[in-house]
């Protein structure tokens, strides 16, 4: 990876000790969109907010939260176009997995591969760390499980959490609010609760984004039809 | 104790800044403006128009060679605002993928598609030291055969939407006022409504009345879904028809 007159790191230490590298990718995730993820006790759900730069964007060609298998999903917070890069090779490598062994990719063996790719970024020469970080939600033969991957590569399991710009506030509130017994429909109340929380003006079905997973082990995103209900019941 | 700023590096390849930032990527975006040429995108209810300004800046060019417009395949259009020789590479290796898409899947390549694997390579500019971003923002126009018409703008950060109008360029933002107000309850312009709205906006938004020979007009129509550069008569109509509304 990179041309050979890149072949050495841009990530370097510093005299302290630190990547400041990846410091500053953490920066660029901590200005980008809030998102989080809830683990329920049958399910997870995790949700974004889709602010678009213009009323003139259609926002039927954005989707911000992404199938990886059928029943493995995420989202992102930060840099889109990094995010697009790390969608695609993780897809790719869910395949294979699933070539070679005929079983679909339990979700830790996914997300521990698409965190030793954002590593490798962190070290191979000529090249940046991702500027995002993922929140992944999937439901295997061990249940439901919640992710976060970070730019440096580092990886673990959440029973909720938020990234982004409201990242402090959301997870105080997640604190409160969490419980071990919780159910699906709960978590998509809490999740939205949570996003209304740092939200600047009207919350509508167009302007977040919520993905689901629940006993079917089949990961979908809802439509903004699905959302508005939801949020007249949160109302 | 951190440094300041990376070791002074981050302002000349892709690497972060203290703040979290991509100080090329920004530059590149500066890139486009300066390039001084203010482009307009509208997508009507069956039909896409984008028009961009035609400057020749000596009277002894061939102003036939001077276009920022470029067919990708004959259903795809692409208008590139920004400096022209990243242009031209854009769009080489955009008509290779369209057609290599044709070839291996063996149907027209999406509009979406396109405008996915352009962003998709601009954002391998960001993260790789070895190439810079391209100055280029691209858009691109199709009609798609489940979606209809389309329009895409793509940036070098590796930014994809689709629009229903846009703008980039010198004066993108006050362009991109001017078609929020007009576009603010979804209107569904006919053909003549899209060329004369995207027309209309760059006037406006310039404040000069354009001829003919100093706009480049693209179109794409549900009803004839080729990508069409208008004739400089064409045009003269839809200026003529702009001039007689107002």
Avoid at chain 2, 75 to 91: C, E, F, K, P, S
Wanted: glycine residues 8%; negative net charge.
């Amino acid at each position: 990876m990179g041309d050979s007159q890149y072949s050495f790191s841009l990530t370097t230490f510093s005299p302290s000790g630190k990547l400041v590298q990846i410091e500053h990718a953490l920066t660029a995730v901590g200005s980008g969109q809030t998102s989080l993820g809830i683990k329920a006790a049958n399910g997870v759900v995790i949700a974004t907010e889709k602010k678009l730069p213009s009323i003139l964007v259609d926002e039927t060609s954005v989707q911000k939260i992404q199938v990886l298998t059928p029943n493995i999903g995420v989202v992102y917070s930060g840099m889109g176009p990094d995010s697009r890069v790390l969608v695609r090779k993780s897809r790719k490598h869910a395949e294979q997995y699933y070539r070679l062994y005929k079983e679909p990719i339990p979700v830790t063996q996914l997300v521990r591969e698409t965190a030793t790719v954002m590593q490798e970024f962190t070290q191979s020469g000529g090249v940046r760390p991702f500027g995002v970080s993922l929140l992944v939600a999937g439901y295997d033969d061990k249940g439901p499980q919640l992710y976060q991957v970070d730019p440096s590569g580092s990886y673990f399991s959440w029973k909720a959490s938020a990234m982004g710009k409201n990242v402090s506030n959301a997870k105080t509130f997640l604190e409160k609010r969490y419980t071990e017994d919780m159910e699906l429909d709960d978590a998509v109340h809490t999740a939205i609760l949570t996003l209304k929380e740092g939200f600047e003006g009207q919350i509508s079905g167009k302007n977040i984004e919520i993905g689901v997973i629940g006993n079917d082990k089949i990961f979908r995103v809802l439509t903004s039809s699905e959302i508005e209900d939801y949020l007249q019941e949160v109302e | 104790m951190s440094r300041g700023s990376g070791g002074g590096y981050d302002r000349h390849i892709t690497i972060f800044s203290p703040e979290g930032r991509l100080y090329q990527v920004e530059y590149a975006f500066k890139a486009v403006k300066a390039a001084g040429i203010t482009s307009i995108g509208v997508r009507g209810a069956d039909s896409v128009c984008v028009v961009t300004q035609k400057k020749v800046p000596d009277k002894l060019l061939d102003q036939t060679s001077i276009t920022h417009l470029f067919p990708i395949t004959k259903y795809l259009g692409l208008l590139a605002t920004g400096m022209t020789a990243d242009a031209r590479t854009l769009v080489q290796q955009a008509r290779n993928e369209a057609a290599e898409f044709r070839f291996r899947y063996g149907y027209e390549m999406p509009v979406d598609a396109l405008a996915r694997w352009i962003a998709d390579k601009s954002q391998v500019y960001t993260q790789h030291a070895y190439m810079r971003p391209l100055g280029v923002v691209a858009m691109i126009l199709g009609i798609d055969e489940e979606k209809g018409p389309q329009l895409f703008k793509c940036d070098p950060a590796g930014h994809f939407f689709g629009h229903k109008a846009t703008s980039a360029g010198g004066k993108e933002q006050e362009a991109i006022n001017f078609l929020e107000k007009k576009m603010k309850n979804d209107p569904a312009f006919s053909y003549e409504e899209t060329v004369q709205t995207a027309i209309s906006a760059l006037q406006s938004v310039l404040q000069e009345d354009f001829k003919a020979s100093e706009i480049e007009v693209g179109v794409v129509r549900k009803e004839d879904p080729v990508f069409k550069v208008l004739s400089t008569e064409e045009i003269d109509e839809h200026l003529t028809a702009i001039s007689e509304r107002d």
